[in-house]
Structure formats: C-alpha cells, structure tokens
C-alpha cells in the first residue's frame, strides 16, 4: 500500500494532513502577504481539524524550520525552506490561460529585424506580465555561429569588422593591421573566411585561427596569413555577455519587499550586473526552468526568488530569460509564464532562420 507522506529535501517525511496545512499556509501568505493563524487556517482549509490540531502542526513546521513568527501571538510566515518545498514536491503550475499564450506569442510579430529586438521585446513583455523584474541574456559569442563577415577599411592601419551571427547577433568592431591592406583585399579576405567558416560556431573558428598561426607559416599565401591575422582579432570572444533588464520599478516599489536593505541590495545588483550574469550563465549548464529561493540566487536578496529558462536553437541554448519577484510570488503562475516565454523565443530565433 502506497505512503501518504512526502518527503522534503531535508528527507524529512510529511503526512497528509501535514503537507495540506504547509501548503493552506503558503496559498494564503501569497494571496494576502498576512501572516496566517490556525482558527483562519482551520475554516479555509475546509478540513476536519480543529484550531488546536492545526496550532500542533504548525508548531512542529515552525520547529523543523519551514514557518516563523514576526510575534509569538501572531500568525506564521512561510521560510525560504518552506517555499522550497513548495516548489518541489506540491505545486502544480497553472495552464497558462489561451490569451496570455497569445500575447506571448506576440512577441514573435513585431517586426524585431534582429535578435536584440526581439529579446529587448522580451524582456519588456515579461516585467509587464509579472509585475517584476525581468532579465535577458543575449547569445553568447562563443556558441554562436558565422553567417557573415566583412571588414571595411576605414583609415590607414584601422578596419571596422562586422560580424553577423546566425543567432541574428550583429557584433561591430574596430581593429589595426600594421600593413596597408586595400579594400579589395579585405574583401578576398572576408570572402576565404566566409567560404571557409561558414556554420561554424564563434569558438571553433577561433581554435582553429589560433592552431594555423603555429604551423609553418612559409606554406601560406599571403590571402590566407592575412585571413589569420586579422581572423584572430575578429573572433576575439571576450567581449562581455549583453543583459537586458527591465521593470526594475515594478520591484523596487512592491509592497511585499519590507526591508530597505533588501531593495538596496536589489539596486547594487541591477547597477553592477556581474552577479546576476554568473547565475545566469549556471543556468545554461540544464534545461528546463530553474528556481532560486531567497538566499539561494546568491545574490544577496533574501527577500526575493529568481526564475529563469533557456532558450536556444537546434545547435545550442543560447541565452536565459528570468524573473525576479518576491519569495511570496505567485509560483502557479510565474513558472509557466517564464517558460513559455523562452519556447517562443526559441521557436522565433528558429523560424527567423537565425540558426
């Protein structure tokens, strides 16, 4: 006969009537941001225990570290932990009604030329949605792969690089040769690294430039020692990972974010950016969506939780979207929305024939 009881992450194991009353405690804190007593509890719950019982069950949770108290007389609040459990062993994510699918559908419609418009669409979309924060990586470089590159001389020793991306990403640059090169040769130049690296991903071009400056030099023409020479400056790929944010208003001014400490450690992060990259950038190691709780985002933010999805095209995950809100957030309802905004994105990356 199969157990009722559900164990948590801890391996702590929850009856029934347990796991009910942890999540009546969470539905009613993220419905009303008040703390929540057993007598209300008892009459929402619509089950047949009475406030004593409830109180004992309460107890326990608090002890074993999933609800706290702002007051001993008051109600409880859920923990970090408690929404953790929530997320992992009791939600059910709500279907995401056919109208918020079409309007998320229609970020594929607005004519975005290219893949930074459709991710500034994206980002501006989801902090709309939400009511939160959103952030939006842009592919990165190095898994890209080469659609086009052209160098146009602009002065003596100085050439203006333009680098399409079939992820639709548009890098410009400006590097310096040491030999006078005309723009005929430069376009022989961009024609060799166009036939030859074509499809290929960012990284790959650049191992195998840097693998050819090693091998005997004298068995090259000076099309192809040119076509390294400057391919190395082009394909450098440590230029920096562009994010977008937006709705850092709907955040800051949420009434559920209590502590003034925790709305200046939100602005830090906002304004340096290297943090939030990081996690990020961990995201793309798995598929699916991800959730971080409170001090789990590592980003110093108590207060809030971090959800994020990757999108990408037939070759790689390119990039992440995410949302910050309110540990007390509405996970029913945000985890769909933030993953069925990354499926359109990569569904759009891929019909634009960007991959």
Do not use: W
């Not at 209300?40 to 619509?46: D, F, I, Q, Y």
């Amino acid at each position: 006969m199969p157990s009722n009881k559900k164990k948590t992450g801890s391996g702590v194991l929850f009856d029934q009537r347990t796991q009910q009353v942890l999540q009546g405690i969470i539905d009613s804190f993220i419905s009303n941001s008040e703390p929540v007593g057993s007598r209300t509890l008892s009459k929402t719950l619509g089950l047949s225990l009475s406030p004593a019982t409830i109180r004992n069950i309460m107890s326990d949770l608090s002890d074993q570290g999933y609800l706290t108290q702002a007051h001993t007389s008051g109600g409880r609040i859920p923990t970090d932990k408690a929404y953790r459990f929530f997320v992992d062993s009791l939600i059910v994510a709500d279907k995401l009604p056919e109208q918020l699918q079409k309007n998320i559908e229609g970020i594929s419609s607005k004519g975005a030329s290219a893949v930074q418009d459709l991710l500034i669409n994206t980002s501006h979309l989801l902090a709309g949605l939400t009511k939160f924060a959103s952030l939006v990586t842009a592919p990165k470089t190095s898994l890209s792969r080469l659609q086009h590159i052209e160098f146009i001389k602009i002065s003596g020793d100085r050439i203006l690089v333009i680098l399409v991306t079939k992820s639709g990403l548009i890098k410009n640059r400006v590097i310096e040769s040491q030999d006078q090169l005309s723009q005929e040769f430069l376009n022989s130049v961009s024609g060799f690294l166009n036939k030859k690296f074509n499809d290929h991903s960012l990284s790959e071009i650049r191992k195998q430039i840097l693998d050819s400056m090693v091998e005997d030099k004298d068995r090259y023409n000076e099309l192809l020692a040119q076509a390294i020479r400057l391919g190395k400056k082009a394909f450098e790929l440590d230029q920096p990972v562009e994010l977008f944010i937006d709705g850092q208003t709907n955040l800051l001014m949420n009434q559920r974010l209590y502590e003034e400490d925790a709305k200046t450690s939100l602005i830090q992060a906002f304004e340096q950016k290297s943090t939030i990259m990081e996690i990020l950038d961990q995201t793309m190691e798995s598929q699916g969506t991800r959730i971080y709780i409170g001090l789990e985002n590592e980003l110093g933010l108590q207060e809030c939780s971090l959800i994020t999805a990757c999108y990408g095209n037939k070759h790689n995950m390119l990039g992440t979207i995410g949302v910050i809100g309110p540990t007390s957030m509405d996970y029913r309802r945000i985890i769909p929305v933030v993953d069925y905004t990354a499926k359109i994105v990569s569904q759009t990356i891929a019909s634009q024939s960007y991959d």
